[in-house]
């Protein structure tokens, strides 16, 4: 198959290397250090205490590569609308759009939601750009349940898990999506089809929206973070607001906070993705993770006190270091 990553991270570096090591055309859209790097040693995977390069076709430049069966975007919400402006080229009338990145996505409400299916969210995407440049017949959703690390640029470290979770925004089970499920689990990957790609996406948020920023603007680590009774019961509080507004929208949780933080604690002195970008001045990506909550409880009638402190704090602290 031919496919093209669209931001060689750590997901998408991961994704990629497993892929063009299982034998497909894989290309990279990339730039300046990336792109040097990726056209000097292909992609670069330490994984189970071994390093694996896979030779890959990189360019900054979309139209170079042309259309592709599948293209996966693997970027930070920040970089979104960079990707919608360039994009087009990579995107024929088959092409399967597989987004793998963290929080809400802009297709969110595409093929779901009752009442208010096909609702824009303003917060990630303000003007209609993207669902402009990426129709929704082409998406497929993608949750990632696994932790990396950038070694250097095109290179990564994978720390745990293996699993992709993806389905169609509609729930559908199609040939398209269950053929990439089987593609997928060739390359090695644990794969589950989802019937329904939002619940997956909501509940992986329910876990992240909260100790990302807040290990951002503090720079705790998670055992920290999860150690100190005061900032896990705020943490329960936004929780619970995110909870509610999930039930309203058609996805409940079953489980408590208190259910999460025992995963949560699991991980140890782990350090998120977002307190990654902190300490490597890249922007965070507070609107895909908490200002869309705050929008989603707006648009449900959900008072958002907690998740209006969050978002505040958090905002703040990235106005001053500059990176949003």
Known sequence: MRVCIYGAGA?????????ASAGH?????ARGATLAALQQHGLRLEMGGEVHSAP???????AELGVQELVIIAVKAPAMAAVAHAIAPLI???TVVLTAMNGIPWWFFEGFGGDYQGKRLSAVDPDGALAAAIPGKHIVGGVVHASFALNSPGFVKHHFGNKLIIGEPSGEKTARVQALVGMLASAGFEMVLSEQIQRDTWYKLWGNMTVNPISAFTGATTDLIMGDELVRGFISRVMLE????GARIGIPIDQQPEDRHAITMKLGAFRTSMLQDVDAGRPVELDALVTVVRELGQMTGVATPFTDVLLGLSRLHARVHKLY
């Open 242 to 245: 995110a909870k509610e507004i």
């Open 25 to 29: 055309e894989v290309s990279v859209v």
């Open 92 to 94: 024929g009338p088959d």
């Open 56 to 62: 890959v076709r990189a360019s900054a430049s979309p």
């Open 11 to 19: 997901i998408g570096g991961w994704i990629g290397a497993r892929l």
